[in-house]
T-cell receptor, first 113, second 113 residues
Framework: DADVTQTPRNRITKTGKRIMLECSQTKGHDRMYWYRQDPGLGLQLIYYSFDVKDINKGEISDGYSVSRQAQAKFSLSLESAIPNQTALYFC????????????FGPGTRLTVL | KNEVEQSPQNLTAQEGEFITINCSYSVGISALHWLQQHPGGGIVSLFMLSSGKKKHGRLIATINIQEKHSSLHITASHPRDSAVYICAVRPNPGQGGSEKLVFGKGTKLTVNP
């Protein structure tokens, strides 16, 4: 089984709808991240969390919110989706105490019409 | 201004060729990462470097901290190496925050049989 899972893997929605992307991990890492990838651009950090009570904005947090329900679960919400939020979204985890390596989920392809 | 520049953007090679992908960055860093993104979208961490050179199988990564430059080499390239290779740096604290990875736009490698 994959260490970092994301659901759904693909989602098509309409402008104005509320969308939640979910991420679960079995690696036991405290640190979790949400990234967005657009064609021709590098990955951009949306939000990150060091533990359940510590959530921080990344460089492109406007229009997004997150919830860290447990150490293993980190959800990303789009309160009112807009077309320019169409992108590939990745969740990642890391254990920076011992290593700087980030472990990525398989990605969620979101299309907002 | 993108803090991480990769070259080339696209690279096509014949099976067996020696491949070099370059990454230059403009800020002081504590670590540099090389990642591989498969055609299906999944992202895998290949290397983390803070100095010198690392080797894993046919992949070699080097970094020159003084010149702010890193290279990823693939020896005896194979069609299964076809992927997007992404360079990412972790800026030193005070230069963008120690929790933020800054990603390059990636180099798309195609290895033909």
């Amino acid at each position: 089984d994959a260490d970092v899972t994301q659901t759904p893997r693909n989602r098509i929605t309409k402008t104005g709808k509320r969308i939640m992307l979910e991420c679960s991990q079995t690696k036991g890492h405290d640190r979790m991240y949400w990234y967005r990838q657009d064609p021709g651009l590098g990955l951009q950090l949306i939000y990150y969390s060091f533990d359940v009570k510590d959530i921080n904005k990344g460089e492109i947090s406007d229009g997004y919110s997150v919830s860290r329900q447990a150490q293993a679960k980190f959800s990303l919400s789009l309160e009112s989706a807009i077309p320019n939020q169409t992108a590939l979204y990745f969740c990642a985890t890391s254990d920076r105490v011992f290593t700087d390596t980030q472990y990525f989920g398989p990605g969620t392809r979101l299309t907002v019409l | 201004k993108n803090e991480v520049e990769q070259s080339p953007q696209n690279l096509t090679a014949q099976e067996g060729e020696f491949i070099t992908i370059n990454c230059s960055y403009s800020v002081g860093i504590s670590a540099l990462h090389w990642l591989q993104q498969h055609p299906g979208g999944g992202i895998v961490s290949l290397f983390m470097l803070s100095s010198g050179k690392k080797k894993h199988g046919r992949l070699i990564a080097t970094i020159n901290i003084q010149e702010k430059h890193s290279s990823l080499h693939i020896t005896a390239s194979h069609p299964r190496d076809s992927a997007v290779y992404i360079c990412a740096v972790r800026p030193n604290p005070g230069q963008g925050g120690s929790e933020k990875l800054v990603f390059g736009k990636g180099t798309k490698l195609t290895v033909n049989p």
